[in-house]
């Protein structure tokens, strides 16, 4: 089955694979003059690499419906990418690093509620380790962050993914893929038509292999990956828009032309 589904989606899985092999031309790439915008930047383009390779393996063994919620995920990156490096200031990534003193403030206050947990870090206070961050300095980075940037209950942002995604011009992907997506992630209703099947007046699980979601997840990553190597590409100085512009006029045509085949039948 597994190598039926990679035949059977050999051109989309060749195009992801030749955008890899463009990423992996910069990844070792040493960056010196660090700045906030670079170390996002950077951080992005990492974490994208993973999970794309990780959709490719998902579909490659027949697991789209898996793959999706890691598309999703992908998705969620390039909105915050986008909308990051849209500010010309660094108020927006500044905003998204501070936040993680937020984070890390409501770890430990739910964490001090729990007898276990209190316990350890009463012993940590009495034996500390070299690089350990007291609950003290936790509660003072997370009210200067507060105070600094204001932040309300949307998350670093205090925005919805939906909001940010029409801010950067993608909020057709939000509203048809993503959308769809989230059914798999949040186990919605509409999913059980991927794993269960009536048949024979009764119902069966259908946990095998298959290529359910796999086109629609080879297609959507190929476009959240490149648009997130496109956009790193200037802040990074990568070096590779003409490569780029090249695989996905390619890819585009490819699409294209399948669209007209499908419209045909």
Same mark, same amino acid.
């Not at 390779?53 to 909105?79: M, N």
């Not at 108020?91 to 729990?114: E, G, N, Q, W």
């Not at 992907?173 to 209703?189: F, G, K, M, P, R």
């Given at each position: ?144 962050? +507060? ?15 939906? +909001? ?44 095998? +292999? ?32 003409? +490569? ?22």
């Amino acid at each position: 089955m597994t190598n039926l589904i990679y035949q059977n989606h050999k051109r989309l899985f060749g195009y992801n694979e030749e955008l890899r092999k463009i990423a992996d031309s910069v990844l070792e790439k040493e960056f010196s003059k660090i700045t906030p915008k670079v170390a996002f930047t950077t951080f992005a383009l990492g974490k994208a690499y993973k999970t794309h390779g990780a959709i490719l393996l998902l579909c490659a063994q027949g697991y789209g419906e898996d793959a999706a919620i890691l598309t999703r995920s992908l998705f969620d990156l390039s909105i915050t990418l986008l909308y990051i490096l849209k500010d010309p200031t660094n108020k927006r990534v500044l905003r998204y690093f501070h936040y993680d003193s937020i984070i890390r403030k409501k770890m430990y206050d739910y964490a001090k509620t729990v007898p276990t947990f209190n316990k350890l870090f009463e012993e940590r206070k009495i034996h500390p380790k070299h690089g350990d961050t007291t609950t003290e300095e936790v509660e003072k980075y997370a009210n200067l962050a +507060q105070e600094k940037h204001n932040y309300g209950r949307m998350g670093w942002s205090d925005k919805p993914i939906r +909001q940010m995604a029409e801010e950067v011009g993608r909020g057709g992907a939000y509203q048809t893929v993503y959308y769809l997506q989230s059914n798999i992630s949040h186990s919605a209703v509409r999913t059980m038509n991927d794993y269960v099947k009536a048949r024979n007046g009764g119902y069966t699980v259908d946990i095998g +292999q298959g290529e359910s979601w796999v086109q629609e997840d080879l297609v959507a990553s190929f476009d959240f990956f490149s648009t997130i190597i496109s956009r790193c590409n200037k802040p990074l100085r990568l070096g590779i828009a003409r +490569q780029l512009n090249a695989l996905t006029k390619r890819y585009l045509g490819e699409v294209e032309h399948h669209n007209k085949e499908t419209d045909g039948l």
